[in-house]
């Protein structure tokens, strides 16, 4: 079993940063890929970022990459995602998933209630 909890996130100007983390309890989590989704209003959950259990292998969506980071650490349990130049379109409740390394939500056990991002132009 594995409990998540987001936070970080709030209410940004285009252009700025948001740095989310995700905290993680139970003693599995360390050992599955850990991905940050986001859903926006009247959208499907779509993936951002996925890192796999020791970070050594990531994956970003295009939408993002470039201009986002995923780390994980591993002795702090946490997991976190660095978003630069952010735009309106970004607005979405993140949400941090353990599981496989995966892209697909559907893989994905654990989840995390969500931390809002909103970006205003």
């Known amino acids: 079993q594995v409990q998540l909890v987001e936070s970080g996130g709030g209410l940004v100007q285009a252009g700025g940063s948001v740095r989310l983390s995700c905290a993680a309890s139970g003693r599995t989590f360390r050992d599955y890929g850990t991905g940050w989704f986001r859903q926006a209003p009247g959208k499907e959950r779509e993936i951002v970022a996925v890192?796999?259990?020791?970070?050594?292998?990531?994956y970003y969506a295009d939408s993002v990459k470039g201009r986002s980071t995923i780390s994980r650490d591993n002795a702090k349990n946490t997991v976190d995602l660095q978003m630069n130049s952010l735009k309106p379109e970004d607005t979405a409740v993140y949400y941090c998933a353990s599981g496989p390394y995966s892209s697909r939500a559907r893989e994905y056990v654990y989840w995390g209630q969500g931390t809002q991002v909103t970006v205003s132009s």
């Open positions: 890192i796999s259990w020791a970070g050594g292998t990531t």
